[in-house]
């Protein structure tokens, strides 16, 4: 076997995946098993560079990921000869999706620019219509929200701007959330945000995908203490609770949060984590048994696994 010499940034570059999807491959798949340096940070061989290459030319191809993971490398070759051959007989593709999507973004954005609120919900609903409405969110509302959040810090937005835009996600949202399943033979998930977290979209938007996959849905919104959402999951006993953490700065005041609200929540119910905030806090999440879910493409895969809780520890 191979030394395991290149960091995660060589095999991000090298195979075409972003890191927070390799990072839940591996956690959920065991796709490979990274070494790690003296400090620590993962290492990587050739072997699993080339094993990565492969997998996600077979997701490329259409398959889930859960479904190739555990092939062996030869058969995962010839299962993506076949498929890049039925590919290559098939009739000439209609205009790329993510080329629609690109088109989309950059309207979405002119109309931010714009301050036109009435046709930035238009172009979301006809990304919904076109995408459905999971992938809306990820490859338009989520990418737009991220750079008119980074143009507004930079100062080339106004905090109208930024409003607007989440004023007609909100609305967005909601109204795709409010065609959710109410059938109670459903498994419930329950999403909110920590207390102090009050950026509320990456909880919206994992609420919509699980409502897309025949989940009910209980959104309490943003900055709900853990006793709060404690409480909710007492009365009505999800099968999953879900908060999404953005802020980075939240720090201790998270840690005692989400350690609070596993402690407080039904044994039955798994705690799922997500968002960009829970940098330095995977030794606490393993501690007290939570999941975390690095990004809505990971939060999709997981639910289609079944979310089976994790035992308590």
Do not use: C, N
Not at 23 to 42: D, I, K, L, N, Q
Not at 47 to 66: K, P, Q, V, Y
Not at 252 to 265: C, D, K, V
């Amino acid at each position: 076997m191979s030394e395991k010499q290149h960091p995660i940034q060589v095999v991000v570059r090298r195979t075409g995946l972003t890191a927070d999807v390799l990072r839940a491959w591996e956690r959920r798949y065991r796709v490979v098993e990274p070494g790690r340096s003296p400090t620590g940070r993962r290492l990587y061989s050739d072997e699993d560079i080339e094993r990565l290459r492969l997998l996600r030319r077979a997701t490329l191809s259409g398959r889930s990921i859960g479904q190739v993971s555990a092939l062996p490398t030869a058969e995962l070759v010839r299962l993506i000869r076949d498929d890049e051959a039925e590919e290559a007989r098939a009739p000439e593709p209609a205009p790329q999706r993510s080329d629609l999507a690109q088109q989309l973004r950059l309207e979405a954005l002119d109309a931010v620019e714009e301050l036109d609120g009435t046709r930035l919900r238009r172009l979301l609903q006809r990304a919904a219509t076109a995408f459905g409405a999971e992938r809306a969110l990820e490859e338009v509302a989520a990418p737009v929200l991220t750079e008119v959040g980074d143009r507004w810090q930079a100062g080339d937005l106004s905090i109208a701007h930024e409003h607007l835009l989440s004023a007609v996600i909100r609305q967005v949202v909601g109204d795709l959330l409010q065609s959710a399943s109410d059938d109670v033979d459903r498994p419930l998930a329950l999403f909110a945000t920590p207390a102090g977290e009050r950026h509320e979209f990456g909880a919206l938007m994992a609420a919509v995908i699980a409502a897309t996959r025949g989940w009910r849905i209980l959104y309490l919104g943003a900055d709900i203490p853990a006793g709060d959402i404690a409480r909710a999951a007492l009365r009505h006993r999800p099968r999953l609770v879900a908060v999404s953490v953005v802020s980075r700065e939240l720090g201790r005041q998270l840690a005692a949060e989400l350690s609070e609200l596993r402690e407080a929540l039904p044994s039955e119910a798994t705690l799922v984590v997500g968002g960009r905030g829970l940098a330095r806090h995977d030794t606490l999440l393993d501690e007290i048994g939570a999941v975390r879910i690095d990004g809505l493409a990971a939060l999709r895969d997981y639910l289609e696994t079944g979310a089976p809780a994790p035992e308590r520890r």
